[in-house]
């Protein structure tokens, strides 16, 4: 396995497109590999073998290289029978009743690091703006209409953002367009134009927030029509100390860190520069057991299907090394490089010393809000003699 920028299982570094500028970091160019539905079937209940970065590692592990994987399409997924409710709306931009590339999900990172390239990657001790996205970037070209998706009073929020606030106390934010509306103006659904997608931005920010929570307008209910017919992947699990050392997951001891790097895939393929750049699941859940019994039952990592956790949160859920798409890092935008999303399976260290000694199965779980869903199991060794 390749030492390189940490990258999404879900692409491979093409490294002749690599390229450094006078003044800036190295520019990684990724080369997509889209895994649908269809190409996951080839792997389901696959036993793998997983490098790591150093050679040591990479050999000990050889020795037990028990990886396991599974993934499902949703049975009667939610989206597709989505139930009728008040707070049903369609999509902001034309066809209202045609689903649009989403390019940003929400409870996506959303980081800009301050630090430079000597500081390394993003992490609990970086200065910078680390949050969770709070809505769905929706595709579209430069100067498409937006409209409300429910009828209300508009207000100018900062800069580029329109918010309208209905009159079942629900508010919308509209962000990267240029008002056509003015404060306190009455807008009706699909009529209204409140503005237009600015220049450069190419997609509209939505958020949805009902009476003082946050919402996933991508919910079941919520946003329609919305079907998804990909399936997220957990890319790795990675062990390591409390002071960030890479583990042999065949000889754990001691206090460890848990972490597992997952993604998806828009339902529908972005044009332009964002295509194929992934997005990160719904739902991240992970258990440890024996072959006797359950030691860790199944724990809530990250649930981003309905609303989100508070900003303070954002280093409890994702690890250290997450970073968002076309990161900027020390005051450079790094084109065309896809985020690496990383969960804290454990935001408090596992202490090993409290279990017995001998062979555990960690497995992390991933799911969408409609459903569908992966797994990754790996057998690990316990052994502080």
Known sequence: MSCGPPLSGRRTLNKRRRRALAGLPTIWYAQPVRRRASSWAAIAGAVVTLG???AGVAARRAADPIVSRAQAL???????????????????????????????????????????????????????????????DISATTGTAVYPVVSGVARIGF?????????????????????????????????????????????????EIDGFRIHNPADPGHLEPYRD????????????????????PSSLHGKILISAGASDL?????????FDFP??????????????????RRTTVADFRHTEPPPRDY???????????????????HFRLPGRYLFNLTPTPLDTRHVPNGRYSITAYVADVCGNHSSITERVRIDNS
């Not at 209202?96 to 430079?116: A, C, L, M, W, Y």
């Not at 990909?230 to 062990?239: C, G, H, R």
């Not at 393929?269 to 964002?274: E, F, N």
């Not at 280093?315 to 450079?332: C, E, L, V």
């Open 52 to 54: 790591a970065c150093g």
């Open 74 to 136: 949703a049975r009667d997924a939610p989206c597709d029978h989505p139930t009728r409710t008040r707070y049903s709306y369609h999509w902001p931009i034309k066809p209202f009743d045609r689903q649009h590339p989403i390019r940003g999900n929400f409870g996506d990172p959303r980081t800009v690091s301050k630090e430079g390239r000597e500081e390394g990657i993003p992490s609990p001790g970086s200065h910078g703006s680390f949050n969770f996205h709070n809505g769905v």
């Open 159 to 207: 800069a580029d953002e329109v918010i309208v606030r209905t009159f079942d106390f629900r508010t919308f934010q509209y962000l990267h367009i240029r008002p056509r509306v003015h404060d306190g103006q009455r807008v009706t659904a699909y009529k209204t134009i409140l503005g237009t997608v600015r220049p450069r931005w190419l997609h509209v920010h939505l958020s």
């Open 229 to 248: 017919g990909t399936i997220p992947a957990v890319d790795d699990i990675t062990f390591t100390g409390v002071r960030g050392t890479e583990l042999d």
């Open 266 to 274: 828009p339902p529908i393929s972005v044009p332009g520069y964002w």
């Open 279 to 296: 997005v990160t699941p719904a739902l991240v859940t992970w258990r440890m057991a024996s072959p006797k019994a359950p030691v860790v």
């Open 315 to 333: 280093w409890r859920i994702y690890a250290s090394g997450t970073y968002q798409n076309f990161p900027a890092i020390g005051g450079d935008v």
